[in-house]
Every structure is written in C-alpha cells, then in structure tokens.
Nanobody, 121 residues
Framework: QLQLVESGGGLVQAGGSLRLSCRASGSIFSINAMGWYRQAPGKQRESVATVTTGGSTNYDDSVKGRFIISRDNAKNTVYLQMNSLKPEDTAVYYC???????????????WGQGTLVTVSS
C-alpha cells in the first residue's frame, strides 16, 4: 500500500510562514505527480499546488508568489513553503500523490490524513 503522512501545520499570525511536509511510504514502485490541496470549513477541497516528477509546478492563483511547492524524489517527500499567510489560507491541508506499488496497485490520488493550518488576523 501507499501511505502519506503530513506534518508542519499549526497556528500562525497573518504574515507569517509555515512549511508543510508529506512523506510517502509503503511498497512504492513509483511516484509521479505530487500535490497539496486544502479544504476550508464549509467549502470544497481545492488544489493549491502540484509538482511533476520533472519538477514542473502549478499553483492556484490565490497562492502564486506566496507558496512554493518542492519535492525530494529520493525521500518520496513533497513540501509546501507557505509565506505571507493570510486568514483566508486557514484550512486543512492534504497532500496527494499519483503512484503505484510493487504489487501493481495504482493510485490516481492517494491522500494523506490532513494537517490543520490556522492563520490568525
């Protein structure tokens, strides 16, 4: 199976920074795209940023210029550096990866358990 464990959430004041990490583990055969999503109270889950195996990135307009997604392929880990945080960034942040296990199970999106980010004004 493919498991994802996130860390790095917490409470921060507006204008502050946080760094989220998400490590994939299990019987991994391959990891392709990795990404971060978030879900605020009463809202649908939305994409924040994604990164391909080759390092190409894509960001939601609301976080462009403030958030940076990166990955360490050797560690099967994806990061989200969040700067200049705003109260509207408050949400549960989830990582998701596309990958496959050594037993040929394919995950279009395997999800982590989520980590809460709270930005106070």
């Amino acid at each position: 199976q493919l498991q994802l464990v996130e860390s790095g959430g917490g409470l921060v004041q507006a204008g502050g920074s946080l760094r989220l990490s998400c490590r994939a583990s299990g019987s991994i055969f391959s990891i392709n795209a990795m990404g971060w999503y978030r879900q605020a109270p009463g809202k649908q889950r939305e994409s924040v940023a994604t990164v391909t195996t080759g390092g190409s990135t894509n960001y939601d307009d609301s976080v462009k210029g403030r958030f940076i997604i990166s990955r360490d392929n050797a560690k099967n880990t994806v990061y989200l550096q969040m700067n200049s945080l705003k109260p509207e960034d408050t949400a549960v942040y989830y990582c998701a990866v596309e990958g496959a296990t050594t037993s040929s199970i394919y995950y279009k999106k395997a999800w982590g358990q989520g980590t809460l980010v709270t930005v106070s004004s």
